[in-house]
Nanobody
Framework: QVQLVESGGGLVQAGGSLRLSCVASGRTFSIYRMGWFRQSPGKEREYVAAIRWSGSATYYANFVKGRSTISRDNPNNTMHLQMNSLKPEDTAVYYC??????????WGQGTQVTVSS
């Protein structure tokens, strides 16, 4: 009953920036938190950042602290991830996820981020 659609990925040079977005839609659903995960070929999916839908609490993986900012737009069920100072190792498919309060139950199809040297 929940559909997540990511956008904003692309190809950028090292040191550049990208702004990822995720829109959640459906008939009946609630949001406790939304977050971003990423996965590169040959690597396991890893947590990037998350944000509570009520309040201002945000959470970041160590490798993006100081470079990325997660934000939300509650009325539009939209989440953003502003990524600055991108590095080649940031290259991955970035996935949007939604937690209704019981875990990361809903996932988007992903958006490709490629950072060139």
């Amino acid at each position: 009953q929940v559909q997540l659609v990511e956008s904003g990925g692309g190809l950028v040079q090292a040191g550049g920036s990208l702004r990822l977005s995720c829109v959640a839609s459906g008939r009946t659903f609630s949001i406790y938190r939304m977050g971003w995960f990423r996965q590169s070929p040959g690597k396991e999916r890893e947590y990037v950042a998350a944000i509570r839908w009520s309040g201002s609490a945000t959470y970041y993986a160590n490798f993006v602290k100081g470079r990325s900012t997660i934000s939300r737009d509650n009325p539009n069920n939209t989440m953003h991830l502003q990524m600055n100072s991108l590095k080649p190792e940031d290259t991955a498919v970035y996935y949007c996820a939604l937690d209704p309060g019981t875990g990361w139950l809903h996932w988007g199809q992903g958006t490709q981020v490629t950072v060139s040297s």
